[in-house]
């Protein structure tokens, strides 16, 4: 397993622009799987964005188009840049990571960060 720190969040107003970054440890970063997935309070987590070793990536039908996914394997980690914000991505942003898709039981998470966006 590796061990995910997320940081980045904050509140920011609709239309704004943030970037997630998710710093993880462990030498075996290159060969995992990367998500980013959300939760607000009351409701399930929610899939937002996968990477893949190679680079491939796939995104929530909500945030197609607003959100890109990234990794820098030399930095071992992955990011998310998040653009046109609107008051329901509001919500805590989780960092997965597993060595396959979709996520097992085992795949590691990081902590989360809050992201808020005003009206």
């Known amino acids: 397993q590796v061990q995910l720190v997320e940081s980045g969040g904050g509140l920011v107003q609709a239309g704004d622009s943030l970037r997630l970054s998710c710093a993880a440890s462990?030498?075996?970063?290159?060969?995992?799987?990367m998500a980013w997935y959300r939760q607000t309070s009351g409701k399930q987590r929610e899939f937002v964005a996968f990477i893949t070793s190679g680079g491939l990536t796939n995104y929530a039908y909500s945030v197609k188009g607003r959100f890109t996914i990234s990794r820098d394997n030399a930095k071992n980690t992955v990011y998310l840049q998040m653009n046109s914000l609107k008051r329901e991505d509001t919500a805590v942003y989780y960092c997965a990571a597993d060595r396959v898709l979709p996520l097992t039981p085992s795949a590691s998470w990081g902590q989360g960060t809050q992201v808020t966006v005003s009206l």
């Open positions: 462990g030498r075996t970063f290159r060969g995992y799987y």
